[in-house]
Protein backbone atom coordinates (compact mmCIF):
# COMPACT_ATOMS: atom_id res chain seq x y z
CA UNK A 1 0.00 0.00 0.00
CA UNK A 2 1.48 3.12 -1.09
CA UNK A 3 2.17 5.39 1.99
CA UNK A 4 -0.31 8.14 0.98
CA UNK A 5 -3.09 5.70 0.71
CA UNK A 6 -1.94 4.38 4.51
CA UNK A 7 -1.98 7.80 5.61
CA UNK A 8 -5.29 8.65 4.16
CA UNK A 9 -6.44 4.97 5.49
CA UNK A 10 -5.04 5.97 9.24
CA UNK A 11 -6.28 9.33 9.16
CA UNK A 12 -10.29 8.10 8.39
CA UNK A 13 -9.73 5.40 11.09
CA UNK A 14 -8.53 7.73 13.78
CA UNK A 15 -10.84 10.67 12.27
CA UNK A 16 -14.05 8.50 12.33
CA UNK A 17 -16.00 7.54 15.23
CA UNK A 18 -16.33 3.80 16.36
CA UNK A 19 -19.08 2.50 14.38
CA UNK A 20 -20.26 5.70 12.90
CA UNK A 21 -22.81 5.61 10.45
CA UNK A 22 -22.48 3.07 7.27
CA UNK A 23 -24.00 2.32 4.55
CA UNK A 24 -24.58 -0.73 2.24
CA UNK A 25 -25.63 -0.50 -1.32
CA UNK A 26 -26.45 -4.22 -2.65
CA UNK A 27 -25.65 -4.03 -6.50
CA UNK A 28 -27.10 -6.27 -9.11
CA UNK A 29 -26.36 -6.15 -12.80
CA UNK A 30 -22.88 -6.93 -14.63
CA UNK A 31 -21.42 -5.84 -11.04
CA UNK A 32 -23.20 -8.32 -8.07
CA UNK A 33 -22.74 -8.08 -4.70
CA UNK A 34 -22.17 -5.64 -1.90
CA UNK A 35 -20.18 -2.24 -1.30
CA UNK A 36 -20.02 -0.74 2.04
CA UNK A 37 -19.20 2.81 2.76
CA UNK A 38 -18.36 4.49 5.65
CA UNK A 39 -20.19 7.56 5.39
CA UNK A 40 -18.21 10.73 7.48
CA UNK A 41 -21.01 12.43 9.19
CA UNK A 42 -18.32 14.51 11.26
CA UNK A 43 -16.90 15.67 7.68
CA UNK A 44 -20.41 16.40 6.11
CA UNK A 45 -22.98 15.96 9.04
CA UNK A 46 -25.51 17.35 6.20
CA UNK A 47 -25.14 15.59 3.55
CA UNK A 48 -24.86 12.13 5.69
CA UNK A 49 -28.20 13.27 7.30
CA UNK A 50 -30.06 13.71 4.28
CA UNK A 51 -28.40 10.55 2.55
CA UNK A 52 -29.21 8.40 5.39
CA UNK A 53 -32.90 10.07 5.57
CA UNK A 54 -32.94 8.38 1.94
CA UNK A 55 -31.33 5.22 2.25
CA UNK A 56 -34.23 4.89 5.44
CA UNK A 57 -37.18 6.15 3.26
CA UNK A 58 -36.37 3.39 0.57
CA UNK A 59 -35.53 5.91 -1.97
CA UNK A 60 -31.92 4.54 -3.28
CA UNK A 61 -33.98 0.98 -3.78
CA UNK A 62 -34.00 0.18 -7.28
CA UNK A 63 -32.47 3.39 -8.04
CA UNK A 64 -29.98 2.57 -11.01
CA UNK A 65 -26.14 4.11 -11.73
CA UNK A 66 -26.79 5.91 -14.64
CA UNK A 67 -23.18 7.53 -15.21
CA UNK A 68 -19.79 5.37 -14.94
CA UNK A 69 -17.14 6.70 -16.40
CA UNK A 70 -13.89 4.19 -16.75
CA UNK A 71 -11.16 5.08 -15.07
CA UNK A 72 -12.68 7.79 -13.03
CA UNK A 73 -16.19 7.74 -11.21
CA UNK A 74 -19.65 5.33 -11.21
CA UNK A 75 -22.50 8.04 -10.51
CA UNK A 76 -26.09 6.77 -8.81
CA UNK A 77 -28.63 8.25 -6.21
CA UNK A 78 -31.23 10.05 -8.66
CA UNK A 79 -33.94 9.37 -6.99
CA UNK A 80 -36.79 11.16 -9.29
CA UNK A 81 -35.96 10.18 -12.44
CA UNK A 82 -32.86 7.48 -11.85
CA UNK A 83 -35.53 4.34 -11.07
CA UNK A 84 -34.83 1.01 -13.12
CA UNK A 85 -37.61 1.20 -15.42
CA UNK A 86 -38.11 4.96 -15.66
CA UNK A 87 -37.32 6.87 -18.80
CA UNK A 88 -33.20 6.70 -18.80
CA UNK A 89 -32.35 9.99 -21.04
CA UNK A 90 -33.97 11.82 -17.66
CA UNK A 91 -31.28 9.78 -15.49
CA UNK A 92 -29.30 12.58 -13.64
CA UNK A 93 -31.04 15.40 -13.98
CA UNK A 94 -33.19 14.73 -10.79
CA UNK A 95 -32.82 14.70 -6.85
CA UNK A 96 -35.56 14.64 -4.10
CA UNK A 97 -38.28 15.99 -2.41
CA UNK A 98 -35.32 17.06 0.11
CA UNK A 99 -33.86 20.86 -0.38
CA UNK A 100 -30.53 20.78 -1.70
CA UNK A 101 -27.85 21.09 1.12
CA UNK A 102 -24.65 23.52 1.23
CA UNK A 103 -21.47 22.49 0.78
CA UNK A 104 -19.53 21.22 2.97
CA UNK A 105 -15.92 21.03 2.06
CA UNK A 106 -13.13 19.34 3.37
CA UNK A 107 -9.47 18.08 3.14
CA UNK A 108 -10.09 15.21 2.87
CA UNK A 109 -9.04 13.98 -1.01
CA UNK A 110 -10.30 11.82 -3.48
CA UNK A 111 -8.78 8.84 -3.86
CA UNK A 112 -10.22 5.32 -4.79
CA UNK A 113 -13.33 4.34 -2.76
CA UNK A 114 -14.22 7.84 -2.12
CA UNK A 115 -17.53 9.04 -1.97
CA UNK A 116 -18.57 12.44 -3.08
CA UNK A 117 -21.97 14.28 -3.54
CA UNK A 118 -22.69 15.41 -6.97
CA UNK A 119 -23.77 18.69 -8.02
CA UNK A 120 -24.69 21.46 -10.28
CA UNK A 121 -22.59 24.25 -10.88
CA UNK A 122 -23.66 26.04 -7.96
CA UNK A 123 -21.71 24.26 -4.82
CA UNK A 124 -24.66 24.20 -2.97
CA UNK A 125 -26.88 22.28 -4.46
CA UNK A 126 -25.93 18.63 -3.96
CA UNK A 127 -29.20 16.94 -3.20
CA UNK A 128 -29.49 12.73 -3.77
CA UNK A 129 -26.47 11.83 -6.23
CA UNK A 130 -23.18 10.92 -5.53
CA UNK A 131 -20.50 9.12 -6.66
CA UNK A 132 -17.69 6.82 -6.09
CA UNK A 133 -14.05 6.83 -7.52
CA UNK A 134 -12.37 4.13 -9.11
CA UNK A 135 -9.35 6.08 -9.29
CA UNK A 136 -7.59 9.41 -7.64
CA UNK A 137 -9.40 12.42 -8.71
CA UNK A 138 -7.30 14.83 -7.27
CA UNK A 139 -8.81 17.69 -9.20
CA UNK A 140 -12.22 17.18 -7.43
CA UNK A 141 -10.51 17.74 -3.90
CA UNK A 142 -12.07 21.15 -2.75
CA UNK A 143 -14.72 21.29 -5.15
CA UNK A 144 -17.06 18.62 -4.09
CA UNK A 145 -18.53 17.66 -0.63
CA UNK A 146 -16.92 13.93 0.65
CA UNK A 147 -18.94 12.12 2.36
CA UNK A 148 -17.99 8.56 2.62
CA UNK A 149 -14.93 5.84 2.04
CA UNK A 150 -15.88 2.46 0.26
CA UNK A 151 -14.38 -0.41 3.39
CA UNK A 152 -15.75 -3.26 1.62
CA UNK A 153 -16.89 -3.90 -1.98
CA UNK A 154 -14.47 -2.85 -4.75
CA UNK A 155 -14.55 -5.39 -6.14
CA UNK A 156 -18.66 -4.83 -6.98
CA UNK A 157 -17.78 -1.33 -7.77
CA UNK A 158 -15.01 -2.54 -10.79
CA UNK A 159 -17.40 -4.70 -12.13
CA UNK A 160 -19.93 -1.40 -12.34
CA UNK A 161 -21.37 -1.36 -16.00
CA UNK A 162 -19.11 1.05 -17.64
CA UNK A 163 -20.79 4.01 -19.94
CA UNK A 164 -20.41 5.80 -23.78
CA UNK A 165 -18.67 8.43 -24.45
CA UNK A 166 -17.23 11.52 -22.50
CA UNK A 167 -20.21 12.23 -20.25
CA UNK A 168 -20.38 8.27 -19.34
CA UNK A 169 -24.38 7.80 -19.89
CA UNK A 170 -25.20 3.89 -19.50
CA UNK A 171 -26.69 2.58 -22.79
CA UNK A 172 -29.14 -0.17 -21.95
CA UNK A 173 -29.57 -1.76 -19.35
CA UNK A 174 -27.86 -0.14 -16.15
CA UNK A 175 -26.38 -1.25 -12.60
CA UNK A 176 -29.01 -1.00 -10.38
CA UNK A 177 -28.72 -0.54 -6.63
CA UNK A 178 -31.48 -2.90 -5.19
CA UNK A 179 -31.14 -1.80 -2.02
CA UNK A 180 -29.22 0.30 0.19
CA UNK A 181 -29.87 0.20 3.75
CA UNK A 182 -27.83 2.41 6.58
CA UNK A 183 -26.82 0.74 9.66
CA UNK A 184 -25.95 3.38 13.19
Aim: no cysteine; hydrophobic share 45%; aromatic share 6%.
Amino acid sequence: MPMRSLALALGLAFATPALAVEMTITVEGEANGAITIDLLEEVAPNHVAQIGTLAEQGAYDNVVFHRVIDGFMAQTGDVEFGKLGADMRMAGRGGSDLPNISAEFSDIPYERGTVGMARAQNPDSANSQFFIMFEPGPFLNGQYTVIGQVTEGLDVLDAIKRGTGSNGAVVGRPDVMTTVTISR
